[in-house]
């Protein structure tokens, strides 16, 4: 467990590094504590469960505190473990998008599918993907409010990155703990960038729900890969400019006939290059292309391109 990420960011908010693979600094879960129980804002893939314990633990909270579970979208890395932690915890409730609840409850489908992808590395990286309980699964939509004893959290839907994702509002500290919404950006690096795996990347919602992030004025965004930033405006200027950026990019080498495979190390290069260029982050290099894979990237814009052409 890495000591330096896992740590409490003031009295309420705790952040716990998952070690994803034994690496610092790629997937966060978040601790609120309320006046009702500790509420888990992002729970990790199942591979990471023990390291969740352990950082909680390194945290001083006791895991039999967790009353209230939220995941902004049901992608592995972030809602993967759900299911286990309920089995765990019978007092536990699950918050996740009305679209994403059927596949929390059976999550069949989306296995198979990420099986697909990942082969036989499916379960080295994302471990157990357990269903979850009809009666401790809750919908949230756009626009509901989630009170947990004095604390109180707004929903916000935030497509874009997966048509089921979701950020929460946190009014007392205007925080905003945004997932995937807000891009991936790993510490000490300056550098943002959008993950577009497929089958949901849609351009124009993604830039409506960062600029939702945007009317919400918050002090700081907290993202699952990874840490809490406080140039809210900045960050997601940048995230919007590589996203159009990276449309271009693969538009134009789809112009170009170039395969499947020269277009990932195209993008490979240009990611790489610019990493390079930034002193602050080129000691990120792995972590960064680890969290954003270039074949998952330039498949998720295809589709997207596709979409749109009709």
């Known amino acids: 467990m890495t000591e330096l990420r896992t740590r409490w960011l003031d009295d309420e908010i705790g952040i716990v590094d998952l070690d994803f693979q034994g690496y610092p600094?790629?997937?966060?879960?978040?601790?609120?504590?309320?006046?009702?129980?500790?509420?888990?804002?992002?729970?990790?893939?199942?591979?990471t469960l023990e390291a969740l314990h352990q950082g909680l633990a390194a945290l001083d909270v006791d895991s039999d505190e967790i009353r209230h579970i939220l995941v902004t979208h049901i992608h592995l890395d972030h809602a993967g473990a759900a299911g286990s932690l309920l089995r765990e915890l019978p007092d536990a409730k699950l918050y996740v998008h009305e679209r994403?609840?059927?596949?929390?409850?059976?999550p069949e489908r989306l296995i198979s599918s990420a099986r697909q992808i990942y082969g036989a590395?499916?379960?080295?990286?994302?471990?157990e993907f357990l269903a979850t309980p009809g009666d401790r699964t809750l919908a949230i939509t756009d626009g509901d409010t989630i009170r947990i004893g004095d604390t109180v959290l707004h929903v916000h839907y935030t497509p874009g990155h997966a048509s089921h994702h979701v950020a929460f509002h946190e009014p007392e500290r205007n925080v905003v703990f945004a997932g995937d919404v807000a891009g991936v950006r790993v510490p000490p690096s300056p550098l943002v960038w959008?993950?577009?795996?497929?089958?949901?990347?849609?351009?124009?919602?993604?830039?409506?729900?960062?600029?939702?992030?945007?009317?919400?004025?918050?002090?700081?965004?907290?993202?699952?890969?990874?840490?809490e930033y406080d140039n809210v405006t900045e960050h997601l200027d940048q995230l919007d400019r590589r996203l159009d950026e990276w449309v271009e990019l693969v538009s134009g080498w789809r112009d170009q006939s170039m395969d499947r495979d020269a277009m990932i190390e195209a993008l490979k290069s240009e990611v790489i290059g610019e990493i390079e260029r930034e002193p602050?982050?080129?000691?990120?290099?792995?972590?960064?292309?680890?969290?954003t894979p270039f074949y998952m990237s330039v498949d998720g814009l295809v589709r997207y391109l596709d979409r749109r052409r009709g």
């Open 121 to 127: 590395l499916m379960d080295p990286l994302w471990g």
């Open 100 to 106: 994403g609840v059927r596949h929390m409850l059976d």
């Open 280 to 291: 602050d982050s080129q000691s990120t290099i792995y972590a960064t292309t680890y969290v």
């Open 25 to 47: 600094a790629l997937i966060a879960s978040y601790v609120l504590r309320t006046s009702k129980g500790i509420a888990l804002i992002e729970v990790g893939p199942g591979s």
């Open 194 to 227: 959008p993950p577009t795996p497929p089958p949901d990347i849609d351009v124009e919602a993604w830039k409506i729900s960062t600029q939702r992030i945007r009317d919400l004025d918050p002090e700081k965004i907290l993202i699952t890969h990874f840490d």
